[in-house]
């Protein structure tokens, strides 16, 4: 059985929705033109100059200002029942502060509790979600083991419930082993899904975390020493060893290290083959040298997995690897808990919940270390923080980008203003903020979600429960058939992205 998909309230099918941005500079992943932005009813309608508007229409001036598409974060974990606790931020707080930073869309990942089927999950995080999201959410799916009933309720969420990805782990309790991985990788690629990694090697991190321990290693800087680069890059190696085996399409979550990058780039450059790479905020602006602070309620808020790395220079490498395109995407990983929940671990480094925040500040962070500091151009920023995760999740054309017929998610950006990160001010649910005092150019001074205004210059209006789950088919062609896609993309440049829709649709049943 799928979920209903809620109706559109009547009261945003009103004249309401109808609005125009004037004069800003429109950033793509492909270019930047200046030009007016019509919406009418959350949907693009128009893009150009002088353009022929209804009466009462609302105008934004977005002089001086790059109107972006709304940042789309394929990694969060709210609500997440994780470590013997559960994530502060809930569907409402995260896409409540998502929306603040200029996020407008968030995948998170349904989680199986002990005994729970992924299908089950799926329906679980639904309810959970679904009357609380403000902006519009889809949803990944973990698989903790591997079964036929697994491979079932896999054929089921694709073909009934909107789900195209699911995430392995290779590490924690619920790990998987590399014959698992196989035939999980396999059956993704029959059924035209991403197949999601978390690539650590989870034995190896076992044995040096009990060595530690035995040594009376036991504050949070034993986290990073159990767990170092090349733990992540074997186990980067060996996901993309295996799913090149079965030919499947590889998506590996949270890279942290320049090491692990550095494994995935050479499978690729000896192989080829669909293997992408998303990092976070977090790896982009703070190393692992905070885990070693003497106060255990700072080192503990940093801890998460892969570790941040003591490196200092991780953070500026991986903005480069963004840059290049060995690395594609940008993710949050917010999974947060409170310094009460952190000191779990007080007295061992392997029960601290692993998780921190970014839904709220990933975009104003990848600004200021990507843009300010001179490394990406605006269009690069739109590619990973929205564009990208589009394509690969079966999104783009209808989100990721600002074109005629996709939604109205639209950022704002002012990069001439800063703001100062702070957990005093910060919107999510959460008592500590990894970025505490950044301050950061790029401020979102308009966010729109689905044509509704929600940060009206500066101030942020969400509607608790206005976000709509947005199922992501499978078969994206950008990553199951770049060829066509690619003549699609040219296409597209002289038809509508309606035109362009129906021809994704078209490659998808000729699947
Ligand atoms: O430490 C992390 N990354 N916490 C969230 C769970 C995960 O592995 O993504
Ligand atoms: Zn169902
Ligand atoms: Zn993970
Ligand atoms: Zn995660």
Redesign the pocket.
């Known amino acids: 059985m799928s979920t209903p998909v809620k109706k559109v309230p009547i009261h945003l099918q009103s004249s309401q929705t109808r609005l125009l941005i004037k004069n800003g500079k429109i950033v793509n992943e492909n270019e930047i033109t200046d030009g007016d932005i019509y919406i009418e009813d959350g949907v693009i309608k128009q893009l150009g100059r002088n353009l022929i508007i209804p009466g009462g229409t609302r105008t934004i001036d977005a002089r001086g200002r790059y109107v972006m598409p709304g940042g789309i974060d394929p990694h969060t974990?709210f609500e997440f029942e994780?470590m013997g606790t559960k994530s502060v931020d809930d569907f409402y707080h995260g896409t409540k502060a998502a929306i603040a930073g200029g996020t407008t869309t968030i995948i998170d990942f349904a989680f199986p509790k002990p005994g729970e089927s992924p299908l089950d999950a799926y329906h679980t995080y639904r309810l959970k979600a679904d009357g609380k999201v403000c902006c519009d959410y889809g949803l990944h799916v973990c698989l903790t083991g591997w079964s036929d009933q697994v491979k079932k309720d896999m054929d089921l969420l694709c073909r009934d419930h909107g789900v195209n990805s699911f995430k392995l782990f290779m590490c924690y309790d619920f790990m998987v082993d590399d014959g698992e991985l196989y035939s999980a990788f396999e059956h993704c690629k029959n059924l035209g899904a991403i197949a999601q990694v978390?690539a650590e090697n989870g034995k190896i991190i076992i044995k040096n975390a009990e060595k530690l321990i035995a040594k009376g290693v036991t504050g949070p800087e034993g986290h990073e020493i159990s767990r170092p680069e090349e733990v992540e890059a074997e186990a980067v190696n060996r996901a993309c060893v295996i799913a090149k085996q079965v030919d499947c399409p590889l998506y590996i979550?949270?890279m942290m290290s320049a090491e692990a990058v550095e494994a995935l780039q050479s499978h690729r450059n000896r192989y080829g083959g669909n293997v992408y790479g998303e990092t976070l905020a977090c790896a982009l602006a703070i190393d692992g040298r905070q885990c070693r602070h003497e106060c255990f309620a700072h080192a503990a808020g940093h801890i998460?997995?892969p570790p941040l790395r003591s490196n200092a220079q991780t953070p500026t490498m991986l903005m480069k690897f963004l840059q290049a395109d060995i690395l594609q995407v940008t993710g949050s990983?917010n999974?947060t808990f409170n310094q009460s929940q952190k000191a779990l671990g007080k007295n061992d480094f392997r029960k601290i919940p692993?998780?921190v925040n970014g839904v709220e500040d990933r975009m104003s962070v990848i600004w200021e270390k990507g843009v300010h500091a001179g490394i990406i151009d605006p269009s690069r920023f739109v590619a990973i923080t929205s564009t990208n995760a589009a394509k690969i999740y079966n999104l783009f054309p209808r989100k990721g980008v600002i074109a005629v017929g996709s939604d109205a998610d639209i950022v704002i950006w002012n990069a001439n203003e800063t703001r100062t990160i702070s957990a005093k001010t910060h919107h999510q649910a959460v008592d500590f903020n990894v970025f505490e005092g950044m301050t950061c150019h790029g401020v979102p001074e308009y966010v729109i979600v689905n044509g509704r205004v929600c940060v009206d210059e500066g101030q942020l209006r969400v509607a608790e429960g206005h976000g709509r789950f947005i199922e992501t088919p499978v078969f994206p062609p950008y990553v199951y058939d770049p060829e066509k896609y690619i003549t699609l993309l040219t296409e597209h440049k002289n038809g509508t992205v309606e035109q362009n829709t129906q021809n994704f649709q078209k490659i998808h049943l000729e699947q």
């Open positions: 974990h994780f978390h979550v949270h998460l997995s990983d999974c692993n998780g």
